[in-house]
């Protein structure tokens, strides 16, 4: 733990960690990393205190079922393998169940 009780794991020099984020601050905000890139497939790679939320895999913004990064005033954005997408774009490329779609267009369209 460093003195302003962070938290950071690492595997040799690099950022990493399997089970849990590798970086976690004090106030709650957390980096999952892996291989010293943000990567996280079963939730987002990083959670900002403030409610941000940012999905990553392998070091690049994805997510193939919502927006891959959310901000609390309901911002989002649509990005798969490292591509910023619009919402209709999203969701044509997407391999989303057609229930799913539809699920996403009544939340964000």
Same mark, same amino acid.
């Given at each position: 733990?460093?003195?302003?009780?962070?938290?950071?794991?690492?595997?040799?020099?690099?950022?990493?960690?399997?089970?849990?984020?590798?970086?976690?601050?004090?106030?709650?905000?957390?980096?999952?990393?892996?291989?010293?890139?943000? #990567?996280?497939? /079963? @939730? %987002?790679? &990083? *959670?900002?205190? =403030?409610?941000?939320?940012?999905? +990553?895999? !392998? $070091?690049?913004? #994805?997510?193939? /079922? @919502? %927006?891959? &990064? *959310?901000?609390? =005033?309901?911002?989002?954005?649509? +990005?798969? !393998? $490292?591509?910023?997408?619009?919402? /209709?774009?999203?969701?044509?490329?997407?391999?989303?169940?057609?229930?799913?779609?539809?699920?996403?267009?009544?939340?964000?369209?």
């Amino acid at each position: 733990m460093h003195e302003d009780g962070s938290k950071i794991w690492r595997q040799g020099i690099n950022l990493h960690r399997l089970d849990g984020p590798a970086i976690e601050y004090p106030d709650g905000t957390k980096f999952y990393y892996q291989n010293d890139l943000l #990567h996280r497939t /079963d @939730g %987002p790679a &990083v *959670e900002f205190a =403030n409610g941000v939320k940012r999905w +990553y895999v !392998a $070091g690049k913004r #994805h997510r193939t /079922d @919502g %927006p891959a &990064v *959310e901000y609390k =005033n309901s911002y989002t954005y649509w +990005y798969m !393998a $490292g591509v910023l997408y619009s919402f /209709d774009e999203f969701l044509e490329l997407t391999t989303c169940s057609p229930e799913d779609k539809c699920m996403l267009k009544l939340i964000y369209g």
